[in-house]
């Protein structure tokens, strides 16, 4: 039903989920299920700034001689998200400072890896969406200041597989545990 103020969501906590394996890990079973050990949770992130998801394609349009437009072409279709981490921890550096080690900074690279995002809303409900392919990580500058915590931005490049997927979706009421 529409207009319908139930079906409005305020999403009260996220988490991401990480794992720098060259094939996927297990997803869980349902949305009951937590992420295996094969998989990193990133660590506190920033609520107001949030999980953004970016679409883009190119268009093209086409115009009939002395009509106007008449059709009009999409493609190269591209999704990308951003997450703010707050936490710093082992799994935030290997996002932030790929391949280095507690001695020693390589130059700053993106890395790519497989990502779980979980979301919970203030009506009880979870959404899970866990990457099809190995995503590209780049974080694009590290500061630090006097007043506020250090938040690294996280930007990803999503991709595809063959059939255009780009997300496993769970989605539900997880059970409650007695």
Do not use: C
């Not at 079906?7 to 060259?22: G, L």
């Not at 390589?106 to 809303?121: C, I, N, Q, R, V």
């Amino acid at each position: 039903m529409a207009l319908d103020p139930d079906n409005v969501k305020i999403w009260e906590y996220a988490r991401v989920f990480v794992s720098f394996a060259v094939d996927r890990p297990a997803l869980p079973a349902s949305i009951d299920a937590d992420y295996g050990t094969d998989w990193e949770e990133v660590g506190i992130l920033s609520g107001d700034d949030g999980i953004t998801e970016d679409r883009a394609s190119s268009e093209s349009k086409h115009f009939g001689w002395g009509i106007g437009l008449i059709k009009v072409g999409d493609k190269n279709f591209e999704l990308t998200r951003k997450f703010w981490v707050l936490e710093d921890n082992a799994t935030t550096q290997k996002i932030v400072n790929p391949g280095s080690t507690a001695t020693k900074i390589l130059m700053p690279k993106h890395t790519y890896a497989w990502l779980g995002f979980e979301t919970d809303s203030d009506l009880g409900d979870k959404e899970r969406l866990t990457t099809t392919r190995r995503a590209k990580l780049k974080v694009p500058a590290n500061n630090r200041t006097e007043s506020d915590p250090t938040k690294w931005e996280v930007n990803v490049l999503l991709f595809a597989n063959g059939l255009g997927e780009v997300f496993d979706r769970q989605a539900g009421v997880p059970t409650p545990t007695p």
